[in-house]
């Protein structure tokens, strides 16, 4: 089974610091990782994933997270943040072969301020 | 971009009373449909994969006779809420995962909030 830990459940910054969210995964196989985003009151959206190749993936947003393996992390990272950044942002892992389920994190909430 | 789309957006109901949500998936097929609930400030928790033209399967700890889910077409899955109570008010997602490329989509979310 996967699980995957975000240990900080909130991430106060001012505008334009940088931010890292962290995430760590646990598995036994090879998974897919994702990082989702949730405005207040929506759906999740897709903000990145990674699935094979380059291990530091981007978004067109700024954001990027790294995959290492060595220490099961897919960490988020921005290097300057927009108050409209504010939000609830959740790490996800899926098993890389066959109709998986994604398992998330319990996220973690960016708060941006000016 | 694929979209998915959830009805209604929230919902108000009465203790004992049955609600309907439905989710579609807008501008693709997905024969599997996922359905989720989400506490305040937590995390999404699966609540059952359901896969078109068969029955759903339900996560550990959900009640398959309250919580029922049809997936009777590529693009249509609904999650009926039998007899609500107060504590089945939630946020509830579904998702879609495209037939053609395995991605997965996420709804806008329902609230229901039972009185």
């Known amino acids: 089974a996967q699980s995957v830990t975000q240990l900080d459940s909130q991430v106060p910054v001012f505008e334009e610091a940088p931010v890292e969210l962290r995430c760590n995964y646990s598995s036994s196989v090879s998974v897919y990782l994702f990082w989702y985003v949730q405005y207040p009151n929506q759906g999740l959206q897709l903000l990145l994933k990674y699935l094979s190749g380059s291990t530091l993936v981007e978004s067109i947003n700024g954001f990027e997270a790294e995959f290492n393996k060595s220490q099961t992390s897919f960490h988020l990272r921005k290097p300057s943040v927009h108050i409209s950044d504010t939000a609830e942002y959740f790490c996800a892992v899926r098993r890389n072969t066959g109709f998986q389920k994604l398992v998330f994190g319990t996220g973690t909430r960016l708060l941006v301020s000016p | 971009g694929a979209v998915v789309s959830q009805h209604p957006s929230w919902v108000i109901c009465k203790s004992g009373t049955s609600v309907k949500i439905e989710c579609r998936s807008l501008?693709?097929?997905?024969?599997?449909m996922f359905w989720y609930r989400q506490f305040p400030k937590q995390s999404l928790m699966l609540m059952a994969t359901s896969n078109e033209g068969s029955k759903a399967t339900y996560e550990q700890g959900v009640e398959k006779d309250k919580f029922l889910i049809n997936h009777a077409s590529l693009t249509l899955s609904t999650l009926t809420v039998t007899s609500a109570h107060p504590e089945d008010s939630s946020f509830y997602i579904c998702?879609?995962?495209?037939?053609?490329?395995?991605?997965?989509?996420f709804g806008p979310g329902t609230r229901l909030t039972v009185t």
């Open positions: 501008d693709f097929q997905a024969t599997t």
């Open positions: 998702s879609a995962r495209d037939f053609s490329s395995y991605e997965q989509y």
